[in-house]
């Protein structure tokens, strides 16, 4: 079964930066797409950033800030997040969509931006 494991997350002071990883069980090969989402206390949950074969795209509160990739040897995908926000706060979701599009989620890692 495919498990996707966020790590990285934690208190940040504003303007400082932290790196969220997405562990995949299995090979991101399976996915066509991957992704990091955010929930923020009493919102919807919102897209952040993905990353496909045709390159990457960004939320505009986030764009010049963070940045996705990944690691094919390493089965992993990141979150680059620099210059962070107190408004970047959130809990911060990692997706990968299947090639039947069926969507794995992570279970989630908490990142909090102090001012």
């Known amino acids: 079964q495919v498990q996707l494991v966020e790590s990285g997350g934690g208190l940040a002071s504003a303007g400082g930066s932290l790196r969220l990883s997405c562990a995949v069980s299995g090979s991101i090969f399976d996915f066509t797409s991957m992704g990091w989402y955010r929930q923020a206390p009493g919102k919807q949950r919102e897209l952040v950033a993905t990353?496909?074969?045709?390159?990457?795209d960004y939320a505009d509160s986030v764009k010049g800030r963070f940045t996705i990739s990944r690691d094919f040897a390493k089965n992993t995908v990141y979150l680059q997040m620099n210059f962070l926000k107190p408004e970047d706060t959130a809990v911060y979701y990692c997706r990968g969509r299947g090639r039947l599009g069926h969507d794995y989620w992570g279970q989630g890692t908490q990142v909090t931006v102090s001012s």
């Open positions: 990353i496909t074969s045709g390159g990457t």
